[in-house]
């Protein structure tokens, strides 16, 4: 079954402790991205990647680091997690040119960072 | 700027009745509009793609329309059911250069009451 998955689905942290999200897709994707939502503000991307060790900052990076040293996988990291990262993560996958399905979400990881 | 704008933000209707929800968007250079359903907790799934030429696409109880002229789509929902509560997100695709760039909507929050 195509899909995305994330790890964990829930994580409750303190401010300062380094975490990782990860994100593994099975559809052989070379674009990946990373979006955080937050009510009233809809979908934001964080990061993306066009392939293998080629990462971009999208439009709110700040506090965030990924890598792409496999397609298949995409692991946020975040160095040191204050409050205002509390959100909605979402992984998301696609072929190069968008294809006809756009893109393929994984189920969420909910943050919170006390 | 680009922009993507939903309204209503939210809506509540009877099942079985049919509903619209609109999208505006300020998107240059235009490529394709897509239209994700986004269950609560979980992350969202395309309905339909609509490229410039494209006036209307149908999946299902689902038709969406296209007027590039203002800039304006629908997504038509008919004969609704308790299933179609979810919040619906319009997404506007600009190509530059060869790259995607996604320019989402904030959402309509559509609750289907029994």
């Known amino acids: 079954e195509a899909q995305v998955t994330q790890n964990p689905r829930y994580l409750i942290t303190v401010t300062g402790k380094k975490l990782t999200v990860t994100c593994s897709q099975n559809m052989n994707h070379e674009y990946m991205s990373w979006y955080r939502q937050d009510p009233g503000l809809g979908l934001r991307q964080i990061y993306y990647?066009?392939?293998?060790?080629?990462?971009d900052k999208g439009d709110v990076p700040e506090g965030y680091k990924v890598s792409r040293k496999e397609k298949r996988n995409f692991p946020l990291i975040l160095e040191s997690p204050s409050p205002n990262q509390t959100s909605l993560y979402f992984c998301a996958s696609r072929e190069q040119t968008g294809g006809t399905r756009g893109q393929y979400f994984g189920p969420g990881t909910r943050l919170t960072v006390l | 700027k680009n922009q993507v704008e939903q309204s209503p933000q939210s809506l509540i209707i009877l099942e079985g009745k049919n509903c619209t929800l609109q999208?505006?968007?300020?998107?240059?250079?235009?490529?394709?509009l897509r239209w994700y359903k986004q269950d609560t907790g979980r992350g969202p799934v395309s309905l339909t793609i609509m490229t410039f030429s494209e006036n209307t696409k149908s999946n299902g109880r689902y038709t969406a329309t296209l007027d590039a002229d203002t800039k304006q789509s629908s997504l038509h929902i008919t004969a609704s059911q308790l299933s179609d509560s979810a919040s619906y997100i319009c997404v506007v695709s600009a190509m530059n250069t060869g790259f995607q760039k996604l320019v989402f909507g904030t959402g309509t929050r559509l609750l289907v009451s029994p």
């Open positions: 990647s066009m392939n293998v060790e080629v990462t």
């Open positions: 999208c505006n968007y300020t998107v240059s250079p235009f490529s394709n």
